[in-house]
């Protein structure tokens, strides 16, 4: 493989910072979305379901990853995106998404870059881990 001048491993992914969250933040996401699960904009529903108020999206949460996803992949070249998530999110909380460049190789002469990712709440609460495989060039 030839030199490159593009991410290398172990280079950290910019930081994508979003809130503090709030209720509106989820109910614009149920309107886009189309999902309307009242876990996420009822606090009575959320109540009776055993939370102690409503929650964010897990596919918000996978947008922001997304995102920051976005900002390491050319257009067209994203080639593999994951996510796991790992606690809920909840209004007046502010996410910071984040990751680590873990492999750079050629495959069929373009530059393949992988990385993890990561989404913390306040306190550093670690809420979703993934995976982003980008073909660039």
Same mark, same amino acid.
């Given at each position: 493989?030839?030199? /490159? ?20 933040? #989820? !109910?614009?996401?149920?309107? %886009? $979305? ?10 009575? #529903? !959320? ?9 964010? /999206? ?5 947008? *922001? *990853? ?12 994203? =080639?593999? #995106? =994951?996510?796991? #998530? ?16 873990? %492999?750079?190789?050629?495959?069929? $002469? /373009?530059?393949?870059?992988? %990385?993890?990712?990561? %989404? ?5 609460? *670690? ?8 073909? *660039?060039?």
């Amino acid at each position: 493989m030839q030199p /490159h001048n593009g991410p290398q491993v172990g280079d950290p992914l910019p930081t994508l910072t979003l809130g503090p969250l709030t209720p509106e933040h #989820f !109910a614009r996401y149920a309107a %886009a $979305s189309g999902d309307y699960n009242p876990l996420h904009t009822d606090p009575a #529903f !959320a109540a009776a379901a055993g939370l102690d108020g409503v929650i964010a /999206h897990g596919m918000l949460v996978m947008g *922001l *990853l997304g995102r920051l996803a976005d900002r390491l992949a050319t257009p067209g070249s994203l =080639r593999d #995106f =994951r996510v796991r #998530f790992k606690a809920p999110t909840r209004p007046g909380e502010t996410l910071r998404c984040g990751g680590t460049v873990t %492999a750079v190789y050629e495959r069929d $002469s /373009h530059l393949v870059v992988e %990385a993890e990712l990561w %989404a913390r709440g306040d306190g550093e609460q *670690l809420k979703a881990t993934g995976t982003v495989v980008a073909e *660039l060039g």
